[in-house]
């Protein structure tokens, strides 16, 4: 019999790159993980991994095991859902629907402004409410909580769309529109574009800006911003963090396009402008696997955010959305 177990740590490699990663990704030590692919490999008869220079890539008998048991652990999947609906399960059929005891555990992914402006709200309230359902957060880029969550290690993601930038999308996940961030461009007060409504790319053309890394949707969508414009845009600072944006703009470095989403109230001495043509805004989604559709407790974690989204819509006071 497979370790399903061990399969789910193979398949981490291979959306991780290496044991080191999988085991990050699934909490364990890489020892750990090491140990699981082995116990398969016994039990198999097969090896399903090989060392390249320092490091390991899959065999084709692993690639094999890791695409053939999609289908296998999006089964078992479903059956753990259908118990629960059923009535093997808190809040199920088998209760009459008394109480709505959910137990059980969502992962979830989400970029870092969600984190700020959406889960930092929804998981206290998420805690109180459900005090047996554990919801571990991890922090990730868009594209890296896609393929969490459809290679099984996380349950739920929080991703955004920049414009017209690629966001490959898997077959077997669901996605369920959220809502539509903005970003504006922070200048400094006295800047001399400060006074304007609105800012387009060629307004902005010579400025120097500080970015998130190039790896990033929202570098690569800054950079979608001033197609057809040349030299632009000219990056002086990296920083992962737009609360350190806001603050080196405030120390005169340059100017920085930040969501709304999750930003703090801007100092004084600085201002926010929108960009027309084009507008900077994203699309922000829930994505999570089909064969969990009916699951209760992802549905519970994923009606929280909904509701958190729509009061947030409705209040003067909550994130910019439109």
Avoid: Y
């Avoid at 059980?104 to 402004?113: D, K, L, M």
């Avoid at 969550?149 to 930038?165: C, E, F, K, P, Y």
């Avoid at 950079?223 to 414009?229: A, E, P």
């Amino acid at each position: 019999m497979i370790d399903l177990e061990a399969v789910v740590a193979l398949r981490a490699v291979a959306t991780n790159g290496s044991v080191a990663a999988a085991a990050d990704s699934l909490g364990f030590t890489p020892s750990a993980v090491s140990q699981q692919i082995k116990r398969l490999e016994r039990g198999t008869r097969i090896a399903l991994l090989e060392r390249v220079g320092r490091g390991v890539v899959l065999t084709d008998a692993g690639r094999h095991l890791v695409t053939s048991s999609t289908t296998v652990l999006a089964d078992l999947e479903r059956i753990e859902a259908d118990l629960h609906l059923a009535g093997g399960g808190p809040g199920g059929a088998g209760d009459g629907g008394a109480t709505r005891r959910v137990t059980g555990e969502v992962r979830i992914g989400a970029f870092s402004t969600a984190v700020r402006g959406i889960l930092v709200d929804v998981l206290p309230h998420l805690r109180d409410e459900h005090p047996e359902l554990r919801v571990p957060l991890r922090e990730s880029e868009p594209w890296e909580t896609i393929a969490l969550v459809a290679s099984g290690q996380r349950d739920l993601g929080i991703v955004h769309r920049w414009g017209g930038v690629a966001l490959a999308m898997p077959d077997h996940l669901v996605e369920t529109p959220l809502f539509t961030d903005v970003a504006d461009v922070i200048l400094r007060r006295e800047h001399p574009l400060a006074g304007r409504a609105e800012l387009s790319p060629t307004d902005l053309a010579d400025q120097a800006w500080i970015a998130t890394f190039d790896s990033t949707i929202c570098r690569q969508w800054l950079r979608r911003l001033f197609d057809g414009v040349s030299n632009a845009p000219r990056i002086v600072h990296e920083s992962m963090e737009f609360e350190n944006h806001l603050e080196l703009v405030r120390a005169g470095l340059g100017v920085a396009l930040v969501p709304r989403m999750g930003r703090p109230p801007l100092h004084p001495d600085l201002v926010a402008i929108p960009t027309v043509r084009p507008a900077s805004t994203r699309g922000v989604s829930a994505v999570h696997r089909l064969s969990q559709a009916d699951s209760p407790a992802l549905q519970t974690v994923l009606d929280a955010i909904r509701r958190s989204v729509a009061e947030s819509t409705r209040a003067e006071s909550g994130p910019a959305i439109e």
